[in-house]
């Protein structure tokens, strides 16, 4: 069966899936509208002069889905899948991420079609800086604030500021981009927050006891998918809580080893070789044999659509975390639920990045440095109230189907019954629930 893989077509389903248990929404067509609709896509071409003198030319493009909530927020890619559609779903889903975060952002994306693992250092710095010359006011402390994302790390956010910086000369600029180094109001735990919010969103959710047979994740096998900055620092981080790695993986192939890999051997092949296929102790496979492999928590980490209806019934994890964004498809995430899998969704289990983002911006508008305990801690207590949030929400939901049942065949007489809301239905019904709670406080302007 073919499914339509666009992101921002499988963004409208989730939204369109959450929208029977949003009080008033359901009937209000309009406002659903309104809280789905992108407000700001910006299309910039960027030509830039590469290392062999010739001028190429690259498309750029920043969404602002939403600024209902606070400034818009959300990373920047670089990436030969970058389009329009692609990065209007990312700014979706990190509206609903900062919303069920509960962290005073909209949300945004960028991004850059490109593929930087083929460009220099040069080229990507004249790209980051052309493309934020290009956007210009677009992006600013208080209106858009970007951060990292596939393919962009510490130092593209250098050059980010930089660029905004000498732009807008005698205002602190720091607070326009997060995921900056640490000598450059950078936050310290920036680039692990990712992968430790995961490990918190798991570790919580497990604790509560809704997964049979496993509440903690000492002794767990755990396959990654991805070893770009999520993946990577997740490995590590399951395996110092005392998990085994069972596999990891990236665009070359996957290194599989069901007994454990050694962690810190597979980052020094990847450094050595530029990827883990073939590292010590490990049996190649291709690049999605690790999201098939025999474990207890499947961590894909890579990026959209690759738990689809073609592989979800040879997943064999019964608890997935989803680290990357938009990894499964609405049709897997349908057979995977009737296949008894819990899927972690995206926008809960992922938002460990942008809630550390969130703490350097504020970092960075006091003019202060945070310490590490300080922003784990917090972090910490950040992922367990929404992984609450999340669980409390479905519980509540399940107990009231015969209710939502019945307001939905006489909102929508004759259609399909709801199935059984997963996390991530119930993950999207708080965030848009708490972005149209914002709107309808706000009002419609005029
Ligand atoms: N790119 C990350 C994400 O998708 C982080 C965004 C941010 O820190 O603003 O959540």
Redesign the pocket.
């Known amino acids: 069966m073919a499914e339509d893989l666009n992101p921002h077509a499988i963004a409208r389903t989730q939204f369109d899936n959450a929208l029977p248990y949003v009080d008033s929404l359901v009937g209000w067509k309009g406002m659903a509208e309104w809280l789905f609709a992108p407000e700001k896509i910006v299309t910039v071409t960027l030509p830039v002069v590469m290392d062999d003198g010739l001028v190429r030319t690259f498309q750029g493009y920043r969404v602002i889905h939403s600024t209902g909530r606070g400034p818009g ?5 670089f990436h030969p899948s970058v389009d329009e559609d692609e990065v209007k779903a ?1 700014a979706t ?2 509206t609903w ?2 919303a069920l975060a509960d962290i005073p ?1 909209g949300g ?2 960028g991004g850059v079609t490109c593929d930087a693992a083929k460009l220099s250092l040069e080229e990507r710095r004249r790209i980051t800086r052309r493309f934020i010359a290009a956007l210009g006011d677009n992006i600013g402390p208080h209106t858009d ?6 393919y962009t790390d510490a130092q593209t956010m250098a050059w980010i500021y930089d660029t905004y910086s000498m732009m807008h000369r005698g205002t602190n600029s720091l607070p326009v981009v ?2 900056k180094p640490l000598d450059l109001g950078g936050i310290v735990g ?1 680039s692990t ?2 992968a430790r919010g995961v490990f918190f969103c798991t570790e919580r959710f497990l604790a509560s006891g809704r997964l049979p047979k496993r509440s903690t994740i000492d002794g767990a096998r755990v396959a990654i998918q991805g070893f770009g900055n999520a993946g990577r620092h997740a490995a590590t981080i399951y395996r110092d809580a005392g998990a085994v790695i069972v596999a990891v993986s990236d665009t070359r192939g996957s290194a599989l080893a069901p007994q454990g890999l050694d962690v810190d051997a597979v980052c020094a092949h990847k450094d050595a070789s530029g990827s883990v296929v073939g590292a010590p102790g490990t049996t190649k496979g291709d690049p999605r044999a690790a999201l098939e492999v025999e474990c207890d928590l499947l961590i894909p980490a890579a990026m959209e659509n690759q738990i689809t209806l073609e592989n979800a019934a040879r997943i064999k994890a019964p608890l997935v975390a989803e680290a990357a ?1 938009g990894p499964t498809t609405p049709g897997a995430d349908v057979v995977l639920a009737e296949r008894g899998i819990t899927v972690l969704p ?1 926008i809960l289990a ?9 703490f ?1 911006w504020v970092q960075n508008l006091q003019n202060e440095q945070w310490e590490a305990d300080h922003v784990d801690e917090s972090l910490r207590k950040h992922i367990y109230r929404s992984t609450d949030a999340v669980v409390a929400k479905r519980d509540e939901m399940i107990a009231g189907m015969p209710t939502y049942q019945a307001r939905w065949q006489e909102m929508r007489p004759g259609a399909t019954p709801l199935r059984n809301p997963d996390y991530r239905i119930a993950a999207a019904v708080v965030a848009v629930g708490r972005t149209k709670a914002t709107a309808e406080a706000r009002g419609v302007w005029p």
């Open positions: 927020k959300g990373g920047i890619r990312l889903w990190m991420k900062c952002f945004a994306k604030v970007p951060a990292p994302d596939m997060t995921g920036r927050a990712t964004n995206d992922n938002a460990g990045g942008v809630i550390v983002s969130y350097e």
